[in-house]
């Protein structure tokens, strides 16, 4: 039987196609990116309407550090000025913002920033904005493989009690339920090193639509076909 009004709980966002988007309209690449933040604005408020609980989205991801870094600056410099402007917003809107990566290379005004809209929106729940930002999925399980192997060397945890669960507590993403759908815009069909373990049991969806174009209608019509898949665990 194929589910129908099925509503993922989790969306995760790969928001690729900024810069095309800015060459198009034969705009600087900064652009793109501001653009970006509108569709992102926009999508979280219709992912909170749809009743989706959580909304991941890949901002920055450990890889883009070696892009110009004039390109690199602007985007923390972006991600700063955003968390500050819509600080208010979100916070009337009901969204609870958190941080999904390593973090410690930020700028620090960008972390600043990011840590006073998680704190200010902490107690929200309409939606979670998940926000994946210096992010790797590799790198995400070396750090939750090193932090479990600490507290075996230290006596607290015995090797043989590791399971699925027990790693999935120590990824950036512990508390929060699996990603169902994976959107990529922009053309792509890969996964970029996102969400690696969570995605195991995803289901993917992958537009043509560059991600500062993306709307509300492009959005319902990924959860529509999601909520069309019979999706079967492996059974
Ligand atoms: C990929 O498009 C997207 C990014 C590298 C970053 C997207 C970031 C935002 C939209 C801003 C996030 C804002 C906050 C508040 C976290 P691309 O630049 O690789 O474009 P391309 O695929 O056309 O090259």
Redesign the pocket.
Known sequence: MIATHVVPRHVAI??????????AHGLP?SD??RQ??E??RRTVEAAARLGVEVLT?????EE?WS?PVE?TRA?ME??CS??LG?MNDLVRDGVRVRLCGRLAALPSPTREA?DRLCASTAKNSRITLN?A?DYGGRREIADAVRALAREVERGRLSASAIDDDTIATRLYTAGLPDPDLVIRT?G?RRISNFLLYQSAYAEFSWTET???DFGDEDLAAAIDDFARRQRRYGT
């Open positions: 790969i928001m690729d196609g900024n810069r095309r988007w800015a060459k690449l793109g990116h970006g933040v569709a992102l989205v890949f901002a920055f991801s883009n892009r390109q985007i972006l991600c955003a968390a819509q990011l926000l930002i922009g792509e560059l991600w500062p």
